[in-house]
């Protein structure tokens, strides 16, 4: 039985594209800055919480939804020890491109940001509840559940359209460049000496100018991967030693301490979910 305090992931390998996450009682949940590779919708169930998006803070309680396009740095915590609970549904990114696509609200087949942080009307957050219900109940056929997120997904993208994102200022391409290198070298060890020779950039400059287009120093941008990079690894199975190895950490314990602190659960409670198909 799944303490309030913990995390209960819900995960099904014949719905790949979607992960829920729910917590009862997350008082003593506080997760550092970071981002997801997915496209993700939250729900507050109880209580009241901060959220950072971007350079901006919401106070959010309970009939609310939030929302975060991959990519964009965030963090959420409690108000002082107050109890609150939460939702989180994580949505592959290409797969919500092509649901958007294909409803006509994406002229072509290329994801886009949407503007919308926050969502107080009611009939959105019921509607999510049920989906997510529909999701964590064993009993539901896997058509039932698949009907439920697409509905879902598919009006909320309906409603949401037409509201593109304040786009962040582009990137000169040396740090796009950059930031791709880090995407694909992120298991393995990096300098920061390579990196500014690899961009013509002084120490400072290089840090400065990162932070500045992509909400992280290179250093925390390339932690941020390797944790994303652990979860994949996670979620196929992998014991956690050497999903640590693989992902380019040192050691277990460093790999634990800073899923931890990013994700606000062990590596073992997001290895095996509390409710799996």
Not at 37 to 51: K, R
Not at 106 to 121: G, H, K, M, R, S
Not at 139 to 146: A, G, M, N, V
Request: proline letters at 6%; aromatic letters at 10%.
């Amino acid at each position: 039985m799944t303490l309030p305090d913990k995390p209960l992931f819900w995960r099904d390998t014949r719905m790949p594209h979607v992960e829920l996450r729910k917590v009862e009682d997350g008082r003593k949940v506080c997760y550092a800055p970071h981002s997801h590779a997915q496209w993700s919708l939250g729900a507050i169930t109880a209580g009241e919480s901060t959220f950072r998006y971007r350079n901006e803070r919401h106070h959010v309680s309970a009939g609310t939804l939030v929302t975060m396009n991959p990519g964009w740095l965030h963090a959420c915590s409690a108000l002082e020890d107050r109890p609150w609970g939460y939702l989180m549904l994580y949505v592959d990114t290409e797969w919500l491109t092509a649901l958007r696509c294909q409803a006509g609200l994406l002229e072509a087949p290329y994801w886009q940001d949407i503007a919308t942080a926050v969502i107080e009307e009611e009939k959105w957050y019921q509607g999510y509840c049920r989906m997510a219900a529909c999701l964590l109940d064993p009993t539901r056929s896997l058509l039932d559940k698949q009907t439920e997120v697409v509905e879902y997904l598919s009006a909320l993208m309906h409603e949401l359209a037409g509201q593109p994102a304040r786009p962040l200022a582009r990137a000169p391409a040396t740090l796009t460049a950059l930031a791709a290198y880090l995407d694909e070298h992120a298991s393995e060890e990096i300098s920061l000496d390579e990196l500014c020779e690899r961009s013509g950039y002084s120490a400072g400059h290089l840090i400065r100018a990162f932070k500045r287009h992509f909400g992280f120093t290179p250093h925390a941008y390339l932690v941020n991967r390797r944790v994303q990079l652990g979860q994949h690894e996670l979620k196929n199975g992998t014991p956690i030693a050497e999903a640590a190895l693989n992902a380019g950490f040192a050691d277990q314990p460093h790999f634990q301490r800073t899923f931890k602190r990013m994700v606000a659960a062990t590596p073992q409670q997001y290895r095996q979910p509390s409710l799996e198909q």
